[in-house]
């Protein structure tokens, strides 16, 4: 379907204009790549693309552009009308953003997950009219998957990905759901914490950032470390280290890196403690 030729251009007034009901319960989370583009384009020129619309007035893209015209209070935008039914719209403004790259997997996967159940019905008729499952109100395994797949074509990612997103929003901590729409982690990496009861998905939301602020310092440290400063034996260190978590039991946190060296990272009291103990300068 080419997009620019099955709409019309038309002008319409600014509080014609809805949001899709889809769109408005993910938030602002879906509107952040247009309004960075719509942002940018103020200080250049106006963006080539129009504003795309049913004719009921739900938009379908240039949710950027809608935006600063609310902020700026512009009383019409010109834009590009199609006649779509509110689900067709969906699907038309999900085909937009795969190939835009303009909403995230977790974002696009969230919407399908909205057209599951039309997927579902259309499938029961299909078997129904075709001599199979004939009086049955719900559907074989084979035709769940079926669905699965459609839904995953429609948002344009894996089918396992899929059935990740749906197990994350029915067992996950809005923290993490939050995450996901703006990216911050992964569907496999949200969907690991939501199998943890949900007070331990927020302890392991936690872990994935220090882990991060930890590698991220580490890398920081070893690529300016002054290869002139004395470095503290590793056999001391180590020694004390295991003296420091019997006093204090979990004081000492260990990560992972995928660095072929290891690397000791002391906080600044076992750090002093031990320039101290072996006579080394204090930085």
């Known amino acids: 379907m080419n997009v620019q030729e099955s709409g019309r251009t038309v002008v319409r007034v600014l509080e014609e204009l809805r949001v899709h ?55 019409t935008l010109e834009c590009v009308e199609y006649n779509l039914p509110e689900e067709d719209a969906l699907r038309f403004m999900l085909t937009l953003q795969r190939r835009r790259n303009g909403w995230n997997p977790f974002i696009r996967i969230r919407l399908a997950l909205k057209l599951e159940q039309t997927l579902q019905q259309s499938a029961l008729i299909n078997m129904q009219l075709g001599g199979k499952h004939k009086g049955s109100a719900t559907l074989p395994n084979a035709a769940h998957i079926d669905v ?9 990612v894996g089918a396992r990905n899929v059935s990740k997103v749906k197990e994350i929003l029915e067992r996950g901590h809005p923290r993490i759901i939050g995450e996901l729409l703006n990216g ?20 392991a939301l936690t872990e994935e950032y220090c882990g991060r602020v930890a590698s991220d310092v580490e890398r920081k440290v070893l690529s300016g470390q002054n290869l002139q400063q004395p470095a503290a034996d590793a056999t001391t260190v180590l020694d004390m280290l295991q003296q420091q978590e019997r006093l204090q039991p979990g004081s000492i946190a260990v990560r992972l890196s995928r660095r072929k060296q290891s690397a000791i990272l002391l906080g600044d009291y076992l750090q002093t403690y031990i320039r101290q103990r072996m006579r080394l300068p204090l930085p």
């Open 148 to 156: 699965r797949e459609q839904m995953a074509t429609i948002a344009g």
């Open 184 to 203: 911050s982690i992964s569907i496999n990496r949200g969907h690991l914490m939501c199998r943890l009861p949900l007070q331990k998905q927020l302890d």
């Open 21 to 75: 009901p889809a769109v408005a319960e993910i938030g602002f989370g879906a509107f952040l790549a247009d309004l960075n583009e719509a942002a940018r384009s103020q200080d250049h020129m106006p963006p080539v693309e129009p504003i795309f619309v049913t004719h009921t007035g739900l938009i379908l893209a240039g949710f950027g552009r809608w935006r600063l015209a609310v902020y700026q209070k512009t009383p």
